[in-house]
């Protein structure tokens, strides 16, 4: 019984320790597009993998000229987010329908996915949910 009982608890500890990765594919609110998730030398970055208009769908918004001509997908729109307790933040968001970039935090609310980007004290959340 001892061992059942500890089993059990192992499950659910492995369970929920993975239920808080937060790395992996997500589809972001609107549904057009995918965002890739991943860690690197202790930060979280997230780059476009899949597009709703399609893969050469291109970065027209950009405010610098010269990029506006470059595919989004591989585009990075997650940079330097760094891990503070249950959220990741200061890092930065690229928002390629306006061409901006903002300030970010992303957190996990159950199987979901806050993103938040911000703008001194004004802020946009949107949720996302995993691929």
Known sequence: MKRIFLSMVCMLMCLAGYSQDITGKWITEAGDAQVEIYES????????????KGPDTRDVHNPDE???????????????????????E?????????GKDYKCAIWLDGDKLKVRGYIGFLYETQTWKRK
Do not use: A
């Open 66 to 88: 010269k990029l506006r001509s470059r595919k989004l997908m591989g585009v990075h729109l997650l940079s330097g987010l760094t891990k503070k307790k249950d959220k990741w």
């Open 41 to 52: 030398n202790g930060k979280l970055n997230g780059k476009i993998v899949w597009l709703e």
């Open 90 to 98: 200061g890092g930065r968001i690229y928002n390629p329908k306006n």
